[in-house]
């Protein structure tokens, strides 16, 4: 199981924390931002392939900002992908 921690930009949130163990996304938390919202979120992606959750939430703008918490979860998912060659 591999732990990320990855600093978003341009949202309320400040932090976002995951796991993502073959390939599925696990243990998902926000740091700071729109507490209900985020719980949602991390709630509904737990279990989740990876590519399914950055497929979902990647683009989704919050108001007119250019991304979103969602979209920096699926920013973050990619870079950890890359970061591990695909391995994940």
Known sequence: ???????????????????????????VAFSDGCSGNLQAIARLVEGMPVGAVVQTLKGIDCDGRGTSCADQLAQALEEALRSAGGRN
């Open 1 to 27: 199981m591999q732990r990320h921690t990855y600093v978003p930009e341009g949202v309320c949130a400040t932090e976002i924390l995951f796991e993502i163990d073959g390939g599925i996304l696990r243990h």
